[in-house]
């Protein structure tokens, strides 16, 4: 749990966008609607949904690039 986290921004009905998180191993996984796909917004999100939530640090990340 918490070696590879990939991470994955979508857009739902081209109006929302939504943070997704996923455990590569467990495939325990978050999603959150964010109002804007800035860096701070993205960042603050990840901290919040997957950090701060008990879930703590992970040792990667793996995003695609958009």
């Not at 990840?46 to 703590?56: A, P, Q």
Request: charged share 30%; hydrophobic share 45%.
């Amino acid at each position: 749990f918490n070696e590879t986290v990939a991470m994955d921004l979508r857009k739902f009905k081209a109006r929302f966008d939504f943070l997704h998180i996923i455990d590569s191993y467990t495939r325990i996984g978050l999603a959150r609607m964010i109002k804007r796909k800035i860096p701070s917004v993205i960042l603050n999100n990840v901290i919040f949904m997957w950090i701060t939530s008990g879930r703590g640090l992970q040792k990667k990340f793996l995003t695609e690039k958009d």
